[in-house]
């Protein structure tokens, strides 16, 4: 198995439009270390030659022309084509839907969801216009604790497993209202094609959550600290209210998961995090506990297992 990380920011990106904090600050001007991201994205792929494999993608980021743009693994093969063969979607948040708007190219895609997240996208009317033909949008559900593999929009297998598990998440903004918070609102992904498997954990509210027996685990980035935009002055919201744990602190995920056997990776890193600044403590912390920080184009390879006690 192969992944790519076609986005390591959370929502907003980084440098973010409107934002004007100290990283984002520096990533403008061009400062050595601080390296621009967009919105998060990952593909997946069973295949040794990611020039030939066909992909999964997990979710569908604002960001997904450009990302598919700078990375030629997922470019056209023939006049009509796209390496990207499936879309699965950790939950209806915007940052992970709005990229499907780019995608409409009379192109059929396969989507797999929840079914919260499935009924959450009908409702808001959102689904009806990325289906201007029949078979241009297959939706099929995904259930917690079931391993699905995974298929094109024609039913050809990608060679890959998805198992999907809760994340204690918030109803996306577009979808209150019309939608109860269930439990498969948001969700983590355990990719696997029999040799390697990895985590897609990248948004929520706890560290207590299994992530064992994996080779890989993507985590959740998003803040360093509790009361990161507080302490800014950006926003009156912690990031419990936003429902992703910190990095730091006694129950934030660098303590919770220390103990974690696997390749550990942050991603979904909102651009006010100081792990973003090369020199700061806190990316000295993040690194000298063996966690490594996703950047845009960062690639994974799953051949050789690497599980156990390192
Ligand atoms: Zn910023």
């Known amino acids: 198995m192969r992944a790519i990380v076609l986005g390591s920011a959370a929502g907003g990106a980084f440098p973010q439009w409107n934002c004007g904090c100290p990283n984002c600050v520096a990533v403008r001007a061009g400062r050595p270390g601080f390296v621009p991201r967009t919105q998060d994205s990952l593909a997946v792929t069973a295949s040794a030659d990611p020039t030939t494999g066909r992909f999964a993608l997990v979710n569908a980021s604002p960001d997904i022309l450009t990302q598919i743009q700078k990375t030629p693994a ?32 009379s192109y059929p895609l396969a989507l797999y969801v929840t079914s919260a997240v499935r009924r959450g996208l009908e409702e808001s009317a959102f689904i009806r216009t990325l289906r201007r033909f029949e078979g241009q949008l297959v939706i099929r559900e995904l259930v917690l604790g079931e391993r699905t593999a ?13 198992t999907p598990s809760a994340m204690s998440g918030k109803l996306p903004v ?10 498969e609102d948001n969700i983590a992904l355990s990719f696997t094609d029999g ?30 600290r509790e009361d990161e935009l507080v302490s800014l002055g950006l926003s009156k919201s912690y990031a419990r209210d936003m429902a992703h744990v910190p990095i730091g602190g006694h129950s934030g995920s660098l303590a919770r998961l220390a103990g974690l056997a696997a390749r550990r990776i942050y991603t979904h890193i909102n651009n006010t995090n100081p792990i973003l600044a090369p020199d700061s403590e806190e990316r000295r912390a993040v690194e000298a506990a063996g966690w490594e920080i996703a950047y845009d184009g960062m690639k994974i390879v799953l051949d050789a297992p690497a599980r156990g006690p390192r």
């Open 74 to 105: 997922l470019w056209p093969r023939a006049p009509r084509h796209s390496p990207i063969a499936a879309i699965v979607l950790t939950n209806g948040d915007m940052d992970h839907v709005l990229g499907l708007f780019s995608l409409r190219e």
């Open 150 to 162: 995974l298929a094109d929009a024609a039913g050809e297998p990608l060679g890959l497993t998805v």
């Open 174 to 183: 577009h979808f209150v209202g019309h939608a109860k918070g269930a439990a």
């Open 195 to 224: 040799a390697g498997s990895l985590m897609y954990a990248a948004a929520g509210a706890s560290a207590d959550v299994d992530l064992g027996g994996h080779d890989v685990v993507l985590f959740d980035g998003t803040f360093y």
